[in-house]
């Protein structure tokens, strides 16, 4: 089977807070890899494909305003559960309802700077992975780990 694949991005509030270490630590501690990542500052053009699925709601040109910005850190991360388990590790959208121990309880306070995107389903991992990088850019490797975390 393909290995499982996501597209995790902080948001330009979570890169200005100085949360990019932060971040990737919770997922590289967790035992996921990293397989791509990139610094972009997206056009608004772009911001509005990303979440072309809000395009109806009352939020979607503010969103989109804020996600283009400043810079916003891409990244594709690889593992079993990658894709349910990383929105575990993110948690709720709405960092009031976010579990504290979560990225979002832990280091956000508001929904409109929750500082952190995850896909939501292999879907939209798989679209959000192709609208965000070419394929030359996702690093097929074998980590060390691997045989510890999965025996
Ligand atoms: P998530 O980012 O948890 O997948 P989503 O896809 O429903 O959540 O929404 C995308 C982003 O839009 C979300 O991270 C923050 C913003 N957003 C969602 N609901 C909002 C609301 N009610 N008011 C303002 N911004 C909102
Ligand atoms: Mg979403």
Redesign the pocket.
Known sequence: AEPERTFIAIKPDGVQRGLIAEIISRFERKGYKLVAVKLVVPSKEFAQKH?H??KD?P?FD??CDFLSSGPVLAMVWEGEGAIKYGRKL?G???PQKSEPGTIRGDLAVV??R?II??S?GPETAKDEIALWFEPSELVSYTSNAEKWLYG
């Open positions: 979440y699925d809000l709601r939020f503010g969103l993110i709720a959208t709405d929904v409109g929750n995107h995850g939501d």
